[in-house]
């Protein structure tokens, strides 16, 4: 069973900058994975923000950047704003079928 | 503007059966693929089911393989899910997606339906 994993929580201060990363059981990430970031705020559905790597919706604010970092996907938040206080999944493509990652907190304090 | 509206969720019982309808709006159905992706209480995301614009492929978790259906009528403009033999951990709130031009690229989702499943 594959598996995707997350860093359970993070903290980052206001106007911080963090990194959080998707890894793979598979093996390394690649572009190949179509590596998608996912942000769901309590009570509200899901909205992605990042798809197939660093490509971002009309919606993702500019401070939202994602990335291939050592073997993992990487979705860095610049400048964070306490609204990004949030938990995010990655979402990796494997053939057909698709995983979700474990999910990390963010907390902004 | 896209939208999509779940709707078909409730209390089943253990063993039961249930069939989720997404009804969609604000694009053209029938040229993009389509995800049913679920959240028990409590817990992260996971990914159910898609079926391609065409409907003519169809992939499931293999948590639901064998129990679940994913099907779609182009001339509703509207998605299903037909859940059958329910387990307590089927018991989620179920989102249906509208998938973009890229694979995993779930553009727009809807607010979810829940499904309970009792013993």
């Known amino acids: 069973q594959t598996v995707v994993t997350q860093e359970p929580s993070l903290t980052v201060s206001p106007g911080g900058t963090v990194t959080l990363t998707c890894a793979s059981s598979?093996?390394?990430?690649?572009?190949?994975?179509?590596p998608n970031w996912v942000q769901q705020k309590p009570g509200q559905a899901p909205r992605t923000l990042i798809y197939?790597?660093?490509n971002k919706h009309s919606w993702t604010p500019a401070r939202f950047s994602g990335s291939l970092l050592g073997g993992k996907a990487a979705l860095t938040l610049s400048g964070v704003q306490p609204e990004d206080e949030a938990d995010y999944y990655c979402?990796?493509?494997?053939?057909?079928?698709?995983?979700f990652g474990t999910g990390t907190k963010v907390t902004v304090l | 503007d896209v939208q999509l509206l779940e709707s078909g969720g409730g209390l089943v019982q253990f063993g039961g059966s249930l069939r989720l309808s997404c009804a969609a709006s604000?694009?053209?159905?029938?040229?993009?693929?389509m995800s049913w992706v679920r959240q028990a209480p409590g817990k992260g995301l996971e990914w159910v089911s898609t079926?391609?614009?065409?409907?003519?492929?169809?992939n499931y978790a293999d948590s639901v393989k064998g129990r679940f259906t994913i099907s779609r009528d182009s001339s509703k403009n509207t998605l299903y899910l037909q859940m059958n033999d329910l387990r307590a951990e089927d018991a989620a709130v179920y989102y249906c997606?509208?998938?973009?031009?890229?694979?995993?690229?779930?553009?727009?989702w809807g607010q979810g339906t829940l499904v309970t499943v009792s013993s």
């Open positions: 604000g694009f053209t159905f029938s040229s993009f693929a």
């Open positions: 979402l990796l493509y494997y053939g057909g079928a698709y995983v």
């Open positions: 997606a509208k998938e973009g031009s890229l694979k995993g690229d779930f553009d727009h």
């Open positions: 079926i391609t614009g065409g409907g003519d492929r169809t």
């Open positions: 197939s790597t660093g």
């Open positions: 598979t093996g390394a990430v690649t572009s190949g994975y179509y």
